[in-house]
C-alpha cells in the first residue's frame, strides 16, 4: 500500500513541514520505499518530482524539503509496490493534460479485475492498477465534456459516479488536482484539517519537530491538508467518510459530493 | 531566443558534464536567465525538472549538476522569453503522452502568425509559441497514426512534413523524444558530436573543466550529444544543415530526413 498527502491553499505556501514528517514514512518511520513523488502547481505550471527510491534517503526528498516551493495545490505520494514493478514509469503522481491544464493524480490502494476496456485518449505508459484509473477517469471526463472543462459541481458529479464505479474494484484513495481544485476520495482511509486563524504550534507524528504557523502565516491564510493518517498529534484532523468525495478549493471545503 | 541540449545513448550515461557547461550559459556566460528544464527519460518513465529561476543559480540546477541520474534520452532547454511570459508553463521541456509513451519537446527560435486551428487532443497550457508547435505536431501524428506509433522511418517521413509546415512561420529548431529515439531539426542552429571509442578528454568551452571519458566509458558506449552551439572546443562538432532532421538512436543517426 502506499500513503498520500494533499495540500489546497488560498495563498501560495510551502509544504516544507508536513513533507518532513510524511517522507520519514516512505523507509525510516514506515514501509513505503519503493518510491514516492510530489507534483506543485505553480499557476497553471506543474513542477512534478518523481523518484524511484525511498523518499527518506532520496536526494531530491531533501531537495524538496529544504527548497521551500510555494503552492496552491500539491500532491504526494509515497509508493509500496503491489501492482506494477519499482519503476519510474510505475510512480506516483501521474501527470495528463486535458482541456489546456494538466490534471495529477495519485491513489492509495489496489484494484483487483480492473481493466477499462477505454478507447479514448489517455494510455498507461507503466502498467500500475492506478494509472489505469487515472487515464480512465481522464478518458470518462473528456468523452462527457469533449470540449472544455465544466462548473465545479458538476466535476464533482462526475468523478463520484466514476469513483464508485472504480472502487469496486478493491480499495481506492486518492487525491487529483488541476492546480484550481483538489479532490479527495475515500475508500477506507483520508483524513483532512483546515488550518487557519487562529493558528496553532503543530507538532509532527513522525518527527520530533514543531512549527508555530502564527510566525509563518496571515490571518487570511487558509491551508487545507490531506493524508492517509494525520500528520500531526495536536491538530483536529477529520475523518473522511468511505465513499466520500470532496473538492476543495483556497483551503475550505468546495463541495461534497 | 533560447538554447537546447539533447542526449541519446546506447547505455544509461550521466549528463553532468555537459550541463555544467550549458547551465553556464543560463544567466553567467549567456543570457538565457528567464527559466531552464531538463528531461530524463529512465525506462518508459521520465522525470521532468523544470524552474523558472536562471539555471546558473538555480537550486533545482545544482541538484542535477551533482546528482547522476543514468539516461539513454535527455532533453534540455534554457530560455531567453520572446514569446510569453515568465512562468513555469511556458518552460520549456513541454511533455505530454501519445500512444502510450511520453513524449517531450523543446524549441530554440521564435514563430510568428502561427495559430494552427487543430481541434485535437493535445492543447496548449502556456501561451508560447513552443507549446503550440509541440501541441501541433502531436495532434497530427495522432490524426495520421490513431492507434500506435508507427516505425521510426515513418515518424521521421512525418514528422519531417510537419517541422517544414511550422518552419514556414518562423525560426523553428527543436529536440524531440518518446524516450526511444530523439528527434533533431534544424532551422539555423544545431551541433552534434558522436562519441565512441577511442574516448578522449573533453573540455568546456564555458567552464575550465575537462573530463577523461576514458576512465568513465566501456569500449561499447556510444553517446550522441546535439547542442544549439557546441558545448567543448576539442571535439569534432557537426553542424547540420538548415532543414535537416535526424533521428538518434543508441548514440548512432538512425536516419536523415
Known sequence: MCQLLGMNCNVPTDICFSFEGFRARGGRTGLH????GIAFFEDQGCRLFLDDKASAESAIAELVRDYPIRSL??????RKATHGHVALQNTHPFQRELWGRYWVFAHNGELKDFSPTDKGRFRSVGNTDSEAAFCHIL?????QYPQQQPTPVELLKSLRTISNGIARHGMFNFLLSNGELLFAYCATDLNY???KAPFCTAHLIDEDVSVDFNELTTPDDRVALIATLPLTDNENWAKMARGELLAFHHGRVLARG
Open 33 to 36: 520505499s519503493d518510491g514516492w
Open 73 to 78: 495545490n500539491v500532491i504526494a505520494h509515497i
Open 139 to 143: 478518458n470518462t471526463l473528456q468523452q
Open 193 to 195: 484539517v483546515l488550518r
